[in-house]
């Protein structure tokens, strides 16, 4: 009987529910986080005599340098931890396809496609490369695909800190031979632009169907990649597509994009950008309204529903429900919320120790689209007090839910600090601005306006 099963508790906290594959280094399952209440993969480490304490070292790694990392289009790390002298992973469960079994179920993708899936790919890249991280085998099996054409970039496993000496041996290759750039194939350490010449592979394989560099064996392919020129692209692949291959492809890394983000917009995807409309009231006209609730309307469906924590002067909860949006303001200031309620809205006020918010508590049944808390004092509140707040707000939304929080950076609450916390809520980072007027962030700002989602 294999040791791990459907109904296995890892951790004390995570029963695995479903096998999902096999890696390298050890298995996937799809998982229940017992304490959050969510679904989670979990991926554990095969127990081997002879590899075991080089597996378990990049499980280590592998957990270190993907907590770095929060972006959407890379799948989240919430939890390392050993059992019974047995590493595992808890990321976020993406329910998608690898996008090596979607080409081989579809063949060659249209150019638009590809454009979208590699886009998207590159600004993973770039967000990892930023953070000083390389993954060293970006290739179709470490991609998920979701049905809404999401992309999530997987398997850290043998990623390295650009800083790392790392645990190869001189001259020792990783990665997968149909996907190893040139400099990689002559033993020379992986960097991100090695990255850059793996998603070009990626992107060739996309528009034909196939691996541009397959050959009978792994040394002959590995060889292709040093010496032989690009196969040609179908003649229907657009000009400015054809040239993005073609740079990543150079075999010289400095031929190369200079940058990930720069493939990205080659091909059409922009930085985040968020337009704020005209807000309209019920009757047409336009309402008068603060720039966070015009913020906060463009996240939500028609008619959402909001949770504001922290009253404030009421002025931000008023304004969104002035938009039609159904809203309920917690704070634990019966005084405050007296006050707030003076002036005339359709806004419900609640009450409550921002500890103890609940859905029950809150009188309601259904889950929230969104919960906003501007200003929080996050550096004002200890650690567990922090912590249980984001939990319990992380319950109130919905699968698709997201929140938006603001907060003043400090000498003892920092960004990492931030995320720490919202990484242990189960909540991930989608987007992060310095001010209202959604300048990105930049290692000097003080404020940060951050949105998160649940996975």
């Not at 590159?122 to 991609?143: C, F, I, Q």
Request: glycine share 8%.
């Amino acid at each position: 009987m294999k040791r791990f099963h459907e109904g296995y508790l890892v951790g004390g906290r995570y029963r695995l529910e479903s096998f999902i594959a096999s890696g390298g280094m050890g298995d996937v399952w799809k998982g229940r986080d017992d304490v959050l209440g969510r679904t989670v993969a979990v991926k554990i480490m095969r127990p081997d005599s002879s590899s075991e304490p080089v597996f378990a070292q990049r499980f280590h790694e592998e957990a270190l340098l993907t907590a770095g990392l929060s972006h959407h289009n890379i799948a989240t790390l919430f939890d390392y931890g050993t059992h019974e002298a047995i590493a595992y992973l808890v990321m976020e469960f993406v329910d998608g396809v690898p996008l090596s079994a979607a080409v081989r179920e579809r063949g060659a993708f249209d150019p638009a496609a590809v454009r979208s899936i590699v886009g998207q790919m590159a600004m993973a890249l770039h967000a990892a490369h930023e953070a000083g991280v390389v993954h060293r085998d970006v290739k179709p099996a470490n991609v998920l695909l979701t049905d809404q054409g999401v992309v999530k970039l997987t398997d850290f496993g043998i990623a390295r800190a650009t800083s790392s000496t790392g645990l190869t041996k001189t001259g020792e290759m990783l990665g997968t031979p149909h996907y190893l750039s040139p400099e990689q194939a002559l033993g020379r350490s992986a960097t991100a632009a090695s990255d850059l010449y793996a998603l070009g592979v990626v992107a060739h394989e996309l528009l034909t169907g196939r691996r541009p560099f397959d050959l009978d064996t792994p040394v002959a392919t590995a060889l292709a990649h040093i010496n032989e020129p690009m196969p040609t692209l179908p003649a229907a692949v657009p000009t400015d597509l054809l040239e993005v291959v073609s740079r990543c492809l150079a075999k010289e890394p400095g031929d190369r994009p200079a940058t990930a983000r720069e493939i990205a917009v080659a091909l059409g995807v922009p930085s985040l950008e968020v337009t704020i409309p005209q807000a309209a009231g019920s009757g047409g006209g336009p309402v008068d309204v603060g720039r966070e609730a015009k913020f906060v309307d463009v996240l939500l469906p028609a008619r959402g529903r909001v949770l504001v924590v922290g009253v404030g002067t009421g002025r931000i909860p008023r304004d969104i429900a002035a938009l039609g949006h159904r809203v309920l303001t917690v704070d634990p200031s019966e005084e405050a919320l007296s006050a707030a309620a003076e002036t005339p809205s359709s806004v419900a006020w609640v009450p409550a120790a921002l500890t103890g918010i609940s859905l029950e508590r809150l009188g309601e049944t259904a889950p929230f689209d969104l919960a906003a808390w501007i200003d929080a004092p996050l550096a004002k509140l200890d650690g567990t007090e922090r912590a249980e707040i984001f939990r319990r707000v992380s319950l109130c939304l919905g699968p698709s839910g997201r929140a938006l929080i603001t907060y003043d950076q400090a000498p003892d609450y920092t960004p990492q600090n931030f995320s720490e916390d919202f990484l242990a809520a189960g909540l991930v980072q989608d987007a992060i601005f310095r001010s209202w007027e959604l300048h990105p962030q930049t290692v000097d700002a003080t404020s940060s306006i951050v949105l998160l989602s649940r996975r």
